[in-house]
């Protein structure tokens, strides 16, 4: 699917990937914003361990593939994830129905969100010019039962909020040359093992504009928890209009493992019938009362 290809002179290497199914060439500025590149930041900037990494995609059935983000796997324990979408400017959030607007400036975007070690809370990291700033109140994680916990939804109002996948990525990275070998080293063995993921909705219909597309992400203990517990897309705020959730919704699971992760992150993916308030919402399920 993909591999790195390292030009290294005495202070610079240049990383490389190179991915089927895409169109185009990203460089410079504009691959450092991209999720393919976001979770190399701190060790290109840094030079700090990320951890395990693989992207997922999306593929549109109409001959296009987008990048739905990246997900990592910190030396913490922590989960990562590095969203893919164009538009990462945060407008607003809500508790308990009251919308909170969120002023920012224009340098301000979402990076990435954080699932704690103890799966219990998630919280997303704001980047104001190259630097870490959250701003947003931590969100609870939903215990579906012991071994089964959903981690967050994020909903689009079509496949082109993603940005579309480039054939090919580069980011030059400098530091002395001893340096960087140990940074290309962990480089590689942070995709050492990688299965990246290709996903869909689960139909071929195509979309007619009345419907959203859903991303959930749940955290699998044992690998074997999952049994179609889709949580139903995002409500009340999140919506320009109500929205009638099907007893059965048509789901595609796929099944994301990481090394040294016991269990596996799950990812399903639907549409439903309805308009968001915004290009993408991020949301959490709300524990029955």
């Given at each position: ?41 701190q ?104 071994n ?27 530091s ?24 869909q ?52 699971v ?26 993408t ?9």
């Amino acid at each position: 699917m993909a591999s790195f290809r390292d030009k290294k002179s005495k202070q610079t290497a240049v990383i490389s990937l190179q991915l089927e199914n895409g169109s185009g060439d990203l460089r410079g500025a504009e691959a450092a914003k991209s999720a393919l590149f976001r979770p190399f930041r701190q060790i290109v900037e840094d030079g700090k361990p990320i951890g395990k990494l693989t992207y997922v995609f999306f593929d549109n059935q109409r001959g296009q593939h987008f990048v739905l983000g990246s997900l990592v796997r910190t030396p913490g324990s922590r989960l990562l994830f590095f969203p893919g979408v164009k538009g990462r400017r945060v407008n607003w959030h809500s508790r308990d129905n009251r919308i909170t607007p969120v002023v920012t400036n224009p340098s301000e975007t979402l990076d990435h969100i954080t699932l704690e070690s103890d799966l219990g809370t998630w919280h997303v990291t704001i980047l104001s010019e190259g630097k870490k700033e959250t701003r947003l109140p931590r969100m609870p994680s939903y215990t579906v039962d012991k071994n089964l916990v959903f981690w967050f939804g994020m909903s689009i109002r079509k496949a082109e909020c993603l940005e579309p996948t480039p054939a090919s990525i580069q980011l030059s990275m400098g530091s002395t040359s001893a340096d960087m070998e140990r940074r290309i080293a962990i480089i590689y063995d942070s995709r050492d093992k990688a299965v990246f993921r290709i996903t869909q909705l689960p139909t071929d219909a195509p979309m007619t504009g009345e419907e959203f597309i859903s991303f959930e992400f749940f955290v699998d203990k044992t690998g074997w928890a999952f049994t179609n517990n889709a949580m139903g897309g995002p409500g009340g705020t999140s919506l320009l209009s109500p929205i009638a959730v099907p007893a059965q919704t048509l789901t595609r699971v796929d099944k994301i493992e990481f090394t040294g992760l016991t269990g596996n992150v799950v990812l399903v993916v639907y549409s439903l019938q309805g308009k968001l308030r915004d290009e993408t919402i991020y949301w959490t399920a709300t524990p029955p009362k």
